[in-house]
DNA sequence: GACTGTGAATACCTTCACAGCA
DNA sequence: TGCTGTGAAGGTATTCACAGTC
């Protein structure tokens, strides 16, 4: 409820605001009222610096107080606000194979706030399947189905070739925000709506080439 | 064959080596024997700026020829060798759950260098499953069997909890490189091994909060 | 005294501009 | 002329150092 409207959030990591969210969750649970900037560094085994979190927390807003550290019910609440964790969202995702099937499955597991609204595939043997009273319907009829979903997140985990022109037609029937498992050449390629699409790529196989990269070439430097 | 040391490769993005790899692959497939910076710049629907194309692939050793551009072969092949993607690699399951199971089906069927050689759980429903003449096997007993199989690649996919300590175990028996899919409250914490060994986290909760929080706060800035 | 908040310094990565070569 | 290779400039994110406040 107390969101002054956290004016810029730029150069702010997202990942490190969850992050945050996270283990100031658990020491929430603990029953902890307040924390220092160290002692979430702490909680998060130190791999970010206490400076690092105070720059990213004071661009939250007024939620320290100098000599005491942080209140933790306050920051919780506006970091799940500007996560966007209080919202419910609903999901469309295009592609039924293994993947998008795990997805659907860990990610509705996982957070109570996800929903699965509308599963599409291209593939005969699958559309018609259930899957939690969701019936996968074929891809060629999202211009019919999906507006009435009223999804607001894509998941494209379609073939390669697929994904380029699946991402357009979500784009098209206004879905506004795409997490992409497939290889895109480097990113996916989205019109420029107003306001644009936002595109998070998940690139499975180029993860394992940067491990494969590393155990080939040696890890020369120290890195942490 | 052609692999004269990149001595040093630092500052340069592994991901982006990746997609050149994959761009100039096509570009060899469809006959062409030679490129340009402009012309792979092009091939990756110009995501990557030209400068910064020869920049990387200058850091790779001398392919390049001024006024003509790059032959493409020599080009893959460096690309394929620092990437690791001569080498056949073997990779252990942990955690067989449905992003287990996904992961594996995924990984094997997009590059044949991936071999799954073995699969852990910690379900007795899932313990004595078979998949593709793998069976699946209690990780208590990963110490009597990982070195057996000798695997250079683990995949973390087990539930937030479990994660940390599955790391250690994997660490502890020679694993080199972890891809981890569980939510480690930032990083996954792993023993400082000389060699170190060589994380790389997927967080798809998080990469859904990142789309939350944007469609959430609103997408301000201009950004691509 | 303890801890936050923040300008300054640093490190890193990308883009620019152009010298070097075929 | 055409394109690579690279020092210099620019931009962005992180770390440092310390002033500000309870």
Not at 81 to 87: A, D, I, K, S
Not at 93 to 99: H, P, R, S
Not at 153 to 173: D, K, M, T, Y
Request: hydrophobic share 50%; with cysteine.
């Amino acid at each position: 409820m107390i969101a002054p409207l956290p004016q810029t959030l730029v150069g702010v990591s997202i990942p490190r605001l969850y992050a945050y969210h996270r283990a100031l969750h658990q020491a929430q649970a603990a029953g902890e009222a307040t924390i220092t900037s160290q002692g979430l560094a702490a909680l998060l085994g130190h791999t970010i610096a206490s400076t690092q979190i105070r720059k990213d927390l004071s661009a939250l807003g007024p939620f320290g107080r100098r000599g005491h550290g942080y209140a933790i019910d306050p920051l919780v609440e506006q970091l799940a606000w500007v996560l966007g964790l209080e919202h419910d969202w609903k999901i469309a995702i295009v592609g039924f194979g293994y993947l998008g099937h795990a997805f659907a499955t860990f990610i509705t597991a996982r957070e109570a706030r996800f929903r699965v609204a509308a599963i599409f595939d291209r593939s005969p043997s699958v559309i018609g399947q259930v899957w939690q009273g969701i019936r996968v319907d074929d891809i060629a009829d999202a211009a019919r189905i999906l507006p009435a979903a009223e999804c607001n997140i894509g998941v494209l985990a379609v073939p390669a070739e697929a994904a380029q022109e699946s991402a357009e037609r979500l784009a098209a029937l206004g879905i506004r925000a795409i997490l992409n498992f497939a290889p895109a050449l480097l990113h996916l390629q989205v019109p420029k709506n107003v306001p644009p699409i936002i595109v998070r790529n998940i690139d499975l196989a180029g993860e394992m080439s940067i491990l494969t990269h590393r155990l080939t070439v040696g890890p020369f430097e120290d890195e942490e």
